[in-house]
């Protein structure tokens, strides 16, 4: 069986490069960056202060923060109203339901009202045997609806207190079915969701308890808030890092096209969540990115790159065009066809996310264009006459850290083929002389001199570029008029030895006892 991890399909065009890493860490900072990504914008876990069905009574305030006497007052009604719950199961008499729906809503109701609610309280005073007991089936639905609603804003509390939910985790999938309402489904998709946000562990648990299907069959649907629900629950679900959820995931009938229909009729709210199942699938599985591929998921993550200016949106679309490019090398040569109108279409999408304003499109766009300038030599000449080169020429003089990072990696990648048979990459001169000439040599020394060990050694690496290829024998004048000696004998007795033996060789061979001597 073929291994489907990250590290078993990675595009490595260029040994001993500037290119060698690009492609090689991308899948493995995927996930994390992802993570990062939708964390800062959205919570992995959300509470609900309004219900699938668009009711609750707890109004919206402007200061969600409660005072320590507001706490106390909160943790004492809260208990008394799983007591309450507690006499109205245990009562049978005339108007029992509505009498456990009443004292179900209270509960929700406290747990709904602040950004902090009273979870401590509630699991303290016994909710969760209590709520697993209104999730019977045959409950009614208005009873099932309360029920998961609590359950959903518990899971949404710390990391203890979302394992206490794991008693109830086969009833909320079981409602996930055909046969519940879609309020029913959409509130327990959601608790669900937060459970399987809360990390591996639990993810795991709701795997083999059977919650994908029946999450990923909600996604089929053409519109609605259940579908939103559902694929952000899907999208915590399938994380990883076990690439086998993902695989599963692109193998449920039909889910394929549910979000290739997503991405291209849906709404923007719809889309990103769509878009971070697009994101973990093509992170994490090597089966799912080939089936992505030969689908139309490039063309559309391209049309909503063009169309939309939502921030939400944008990332993870551009994320997962990142992933599709880095994860596989039938992307770049049979379907990024230089010529083709999908090529310039991604190209022009990734120019428009470069003059962004947001750093974090900036970053991604930087990404997406290394490994697709790690490609072919037509690849290389695409992007070197494109927008895209001053832009990026800009950024790598005055861009934050992190995206000058990104951008050293496609200039890098631009100038280079792959290797030679000495095992030093092959060189574009007209690419580099270019590029030297518009002042980009002293963005890279820059990155030398960095603590960051990635990037000081992409910087070396395109100093050898200059030092060797530069015509005339110029590269070693161009790099001492950069200070660049002083940058690279700073690793003379460096701790990281791939760095040292780089530094120290090339001064040794460029900048010996003999420099200078004819002049």
């Known amino acids: 069986m073929a291994d489907d991890s990250p590290a078993s399909h990675r595009r490595d065009p260029i040994k001993s490069s500037v290119g060698n890493v690009a492609a090689q860490r991308r899948r493995q900072n995927a996930v994390t960056v ?33 005072t320590d006497e507001e706490g106390f007052l909160l943790d004492a009604q809260t208990s008394s109203a799983v007591e309450d719950l507690k006499s109205a199961i245990a009562y049978q008499g005339k108007g029992a339901m509505q009498k456990r729906v009443n004292a179900l809503r209270e509960l929700r109701r406290l747990l709904s009202k602040s950004e902090f609610p009273p979870v401590k309280a509630a699991l303290k005073a016994g909710a969760i045997p209590l709520l697993v007991q209104c999730l019977s089936f045959g409950s009614p639905d208005e009873q099932l609806l309360e029920a998961a609603w609590c359950l ?22 079981s409602h996930l079915g055909e046969k519940s309402s879609l309020p029913v489904a959409e509130q327990c998709a959601w608790a669900l969701g937060n459970v399987a946000g809360e990390g591996e562990e639990l993810r795991n648990v709701l795997l083999s308890q059977g919650a994908l299907p029946p999450l990923a069959r909600m996604m089929l649907p053409n519109k609605g808030s259940t579908v939103r629900t559902a694929a952000w629950a899907l999208s915590n679900l399938i994380k990883g890092p076990d690439p086998k959820a993902a695989t599963e995931l692109i193998k449920v009938d039909v889910l394929l096209d549910a979000i290739l229909r997503h ?4 709404d923007e709210e719809l889309a990103t969540e769509v878009a971070w199942v697009v994101v973990y699938l093509s992170a994490l599985s090597n089966f799912a990115t080939g089936v992505l591929v030969k689908s139309d998921a490039i063309l559309l993550l391209v049309e909503r790159l063009a169309t939309s200016n939502s921030l939400q949106l944008l990332i993870p679309v551009l994320r997962s065009l ?39 499109l900036k970053k991604e766009a930087s990404w997406v264009l290394s490994n697709i300038a790690a490609g072919s030599i037509e690849h290389k000449r695409l992007i070197y006459s494109s927008e895209a080169v001053p832009l990026l020429l800009r950024l790598l003089s005055t861009a934050p850290f992190d995206i000058r990072k990104e951008v050293a990696y496609v200039l890098g990648n631009l100038c280079v083929t792959p290797t030679g048979g000495d095992g030093k990459p092959n060189l574009i ?13 002293s963005g890279f020394i820059d990155l030398v001199r960095s603590a960051d060990i990635e990037a000081a050694r992409v910087g070396l690496q395109f100093m050898e ?26 690793y003379q007795f460096h701790e990281n030895e791939d760095l040292r033996n780089m530094a120290n060789g090339l001064v040794d061979k460029y900048f010996g006892e003999n420099y200078g001597i004819d002049e």
């Not at 990504?37 to 609750?56: F, H, I, T, W």
């Not at 992307?331 to 428009?352: A, C, F, M, Y």
């Not at 001169?429 to 040599?441: D, I, K």
């Open 465 to 490: 570029l200059v030092l060797r290829g530069m015509p005339n024998g110029d590269g070693p004048k161009l790099v001492e008029q950069e200070d660049g000696i002083d940058a690279m004998e700073r």
């Open 429 to 441: 001169e007209e690419h580099l002389v270019s590029l030297v000439q518009r002042g980009c040599l």
């Open 152 to 173: 959903t804003n518990i899971a949404a509390g710390k990391p203890e207190e979302t394992k206490a939910l794991l008693p109830a985790l086969p009833l909320l999938i």
């Open 322 to 360: 990142g992933n599709l490019v880095a994860g596989d090398s039938h992307t770049t040569s049979t379907v990024l066809i230089p010529g083709h109108e999908i090529t310039d279409g991604v190209i022009k999408v990734l120019v428009k996310c470069l003059k962004s304003d947001h750093r974090v």
């Open 263 to 266: 991405l291209r009729k849906s």
């Open 34 to 66: 992802g993570k990062e990504k939708r964390e800062s914008l959205v919570r992995a876990k959300r509470l609900c202060r309004v219900g699938p069905s668009g009711d609750g009574d707890v109004p919206g305030e402007e200061n969600d923060m409660v």
